[in-house]
């Protein structure tokens, strides 16, 4: 069980995430959904603790995920597997030494340097590609490969981990509709049959509404929505989204003229505004 | 014809023009500015180090002099007539030139293992502590601060004559200048494999290993060839200090006026140099094609 505690991240005076507090129960799938810039990504990367923690308690069982460091750092952070927009793999790596990597933890520095992995780490992450249709890919560099099939890699090397929680960025944005629904199948799978608390952000609602259990809803950092997919009505998702709604609410309506006033108004350029490169 | 690019109103096209050219000579006048500071900055230490173009067309004789005289044997015939003589001593030299370059190679490893390692403390995105950054650092400078003369000086009182020394210089310098130039390389990585890599909770070797070392191998490769190549031309006058190669005949037949021998050496000197350099170039144009196996 993963507990958010008024959690707070600041960028300078800038507050990303502000005073975020929500409990997610093991096994559920759940969708963070908010604008761009809303603090999702922000949100994530703190509880695999890629950012630190500003205030506020992020706590999983026993373990103070904002207080770790050194090696129980490394062990929380095997514990909940990160998937990332851009894939994050290593390009000049062939896909199953990429896999691999997600049993760093487990391996001692010096194993891994030299990359002499036991034949079980092999076997769990050939099996863990086979899952994804991808084991005949093992020894191709993995920056020759399609996005979708890079992030399926991505979920491989996570699901090696063999983690109690995956934390997935934006996982299909950069993605075509078709791998889109294979990598949502793909995290949807993983959380069903092995019982892996998955956290999901998504830009897009429809995505959410059909894959996730719940949904959190993020504005300007402050968790502004916790309920059920079901639940949430367009006029609530639009409010959410403001002048994103239209690409991201599935019925397109014509929006008040007004909206469009604002970003238009912003861009007028000072000539003394120009930089001097 | 497109609507669109006569669609924005006549004063705001004005005012985006009007901003871009004021930019575009704001850089221009900047330029010139640096163009005119650097000269003056030439003038200046040219004068205040005592660079007199008089004294150098003075004594331009003196020069060419000198290296007419390299090209003369004994017997005042040119040194081509008799190859066989002026290569008199061909096996010795040979001998020498293959340790000078056995030192550089030698030199240049070591080196550049300890500038692969120092890099990763040294670059500031992947460094693990601000406080070993700012040492490791330091320590660089240091290594390249000095020439590798002034190294291989020192190391000869302490360990005597020999290649030994010679390789220690080149190691230390080669450290230093590789150090510096891979760390800057590793600064300009994508970092998204190293957060992919660092998410598992893989430790920081294994991070480094894995996301950043596959990205700068084909760069580190490239400047090592490269550094190699300057490292036989360091190593060529170590023996001028005694620290091995081919240097210490040089300066003998320079300063005992073996004219002839004096061109010998160079010769050979200036064709392993060439060979090396071209060799290397062929490699890395290599590499370049293909990139290196990680
Ligand atoms: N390293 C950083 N330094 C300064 N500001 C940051 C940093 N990372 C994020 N921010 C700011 O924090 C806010 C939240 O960013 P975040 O990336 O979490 O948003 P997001 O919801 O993931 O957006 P998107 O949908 O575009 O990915 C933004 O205003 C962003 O500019
Ligand atoms: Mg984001």
Redesign the interface.
């Known amino acids: 069980m993963l507990r958010l505690q008024q959690v707070t991240k600041r960028f300078g005076d800038k507050k990303a995430v502000d005073g975020v507090s929500a409990v997610i129960p093991k096994g559920q799938l759940v969708g963070v959904i908010g604008r761009s810039g809303a603090g999702k990504s922000t949100l994530l990367r703190m509880v695999?603790r890629?950012e630190t923690v500003t205030e506020g308690r992020i706590t999983c069982g026993q373990i103070n995920v904002g207080t770790l460091s050194g090696r129980h750092?490394?062990?929380?952070?095997?514990?909940c597997?990160?998937i990332?927009q851009?894939?994050?793999?290593?390009?000049?790596?062939d896909v199953l030494?990429n896999v691999l990597?997600?049993r760093?933890?487990g391996v001692s520095?010096g194993r891994?340097?030299l990359k002499l992995w036991t034949d079980a780490d092999r076997t769990r992450a050939l099996a863990a590609l086979d899952r994804f249709d991808m084991a005949h890919l093992a020894a191709q560099r993995a920056d020759t490969l399609s996005g979708g099939q890079q992030q399926r890699v991505?979920i491989a090397?996570a699901l090696v981990?063999e983690p109690d929680i995956i934390l997935a960025d934006e996982p299909v944005a950069s993605l075509d509709p078709r791998n889109t629904r294979l990598v949502m199948d793909a995290l949807q799978a993983i959380n069903r049959e092995l019982g892996i608390t998955v956290v999901c952000n998504l830009h897009s609602l429809d995505l959410a509404r059909e894959y996730c259990d719940r949904l959190l809803g993020l504005a300007a950092g402050r968790l502004v929505l916790d309920e059920a997919p079901n639940a949430l009505s367009n006029a609530r998702a639009r409010e959410l989204y403001g002048l994103e709604a239209a690409d991201v609410v599935g019925e397109p309506e014509t929006l008040p003229v007004a909206a469009y006033a604002m970003p238009l108004g912003s861009l007028?350029?000072?000539?003394s505004?120009?930089?001097?490169? | 014809m497109s609507a669109l690019p006569s669609a924005i109103e006549p004063a705001?096209l004005a005012?985006?023009d009007?901003?871009?050219r004021?930019?575009v000579r704001?850089?221009r006048s900047?330029a010139v500015l640096i163009g005119l500071a650097i000269v003056l900055c030439t003038m200046l230490s040219a004068i205040s180090a005592e660079v007199e173009p008089a004294t150098l067309f003075a004594n331009i004789g003196k020069f060419t002099s000198y290296i007419g005289r390299i090209f003369v044997l004994e017997n005042g015939q040119p040194v081509w007539t008799r190859p066989a003589e002026w290569f008199w001593g061909l096996e010795d030299w040979l001998s020498l030139l293959l340790e000078t370059v056995l030192i550089a190679y030698v030199g240049t490893a070591l080196g550049t293992a300890g500038a692969v390692v120092l890099a990763f403390f040294a670059a500031a995105n992947l460094s693990p502590h601000p406080v070993l950054r700012a040492v490791t650092r330091r320590w660089l400078e240091f290594c390249r601060t000095f020439p590798e003369l002034v190294f291989a000086l020192i190391f000869v009182i302490a360990f005597g004559l020999g290649p030994l020394p010679g390789v220690l210089a080149i190691a230390i310098h080669s450290m230093g200048a590789l150090g510096k130039l891979f760390s800057e390389v590793a600064e300009n990585i994508d970092l998204?494999?190293v957060?992919?890599?660092?998410?598992?909770?893989?430790?920081w070797?294994?991070v480094v290993?894995?996301?950043a070392l596959?990205?700068v191998?084909p760069n580190f490769v490239s400047y090592t060839l490269l550094r190699f190549e300057i490292n036989v031309r360091g190593a060529s006058v170590m023996g001028f200090v005694g620290a091995g190669g081919i240097g210490q005949d040089l300066i003998e037949a320079i300063r005992k006026f073996y004219y002839a021998d004096v061109s010998a050496i160079l010769v050979l000197i200036i064709v392993t140099v060439a060979l090396i350099d071209f060799i290397t170039e062929r490699v890395r144009h290599r590499l370049g094609d293909s990139?290196a196996p990680?």
């Open positions: 695999n890629l750092l490394r062990a929380w952070r095997a514990r597997a990160m990332f851009q894939f994050n793999l290593v390009g000049r790596l030494t990597i997600g760093s933890f520095t891994s340097l991505a090397r981990q007028s350029v000072a000539p505004g120009v930089p001097a490169q | 705001r005012t985006l009007r901003g871009y004021e930019a704001a850089r900047r998204k494999p957060e992919g890599v660092a998410a598992t909770g893989a430790s070797p294994v290993r894995f996301g596959p990205q191998l990139g990680a």
